[in-house]
């Protein structure tokens, strides 16, 4: 198992009146790092991008500390805590260097957007979530 880091930029509109980064912000920075993470198996034509697709269907935000806004980015960890034949579970540290801002899950449905349902996770979509799998 690995886990995919990526390295959030902090925007200084994600700052609120305090200094400190709204806390919706987080869902984007969780989201960021999600989209980057399947750019290895998302496919980049429309018609596959559709049928293939993912969606998250629940959310649970752990806020650790405040995180003020600074030049330096955060670090996003995600890595998948369990799977199923047509979901998995991504979980996401946001750290500093030193101190733990948010844990996080999401639970992800693979889905058909042209048939508005669920589909199973393909054999390249399960090697990939296998990956990064945390046991």
Not at 83 to 99: D, V, W
């Amino acid at each position: 198992m690995h886990q995919y880091t990526y390295a959030c930029p902090l925007r200084w509109s994600d700052a609120d009146a305090y200094g400190h980064i709204n806390n919706a912000q987080f869902l984007s920075y969780m989201e960021e790092a999600r989209t980057r993470m399947f750019q290895e198996i998302v496919t980049t034509h429309e018609e596959g991008h559709r049928s293939n697709a993912f969606v998250v269907s629940r959310t649970i935000i752990d806020y650790r500390a405040p995180l003020f806004y600074g030049p330096e980015p955060v670090d996003v960890h995600v890595w998948v805590t369990r799977a199923s034949a047509a979901t998995f579970e991504l979980a996401y540290e946001i750290r500093g260097a030193e101190q733990m801002y948010v844990e996080a899950t999401t639970k992800i449905v693979a889905y058909n957007l042209d048939t508005g349902a669920p589909r199973r996770l393909s054999e390249t979509e399960r090697a990939f979530v296998a990956l990064y799998t945390k046991h």
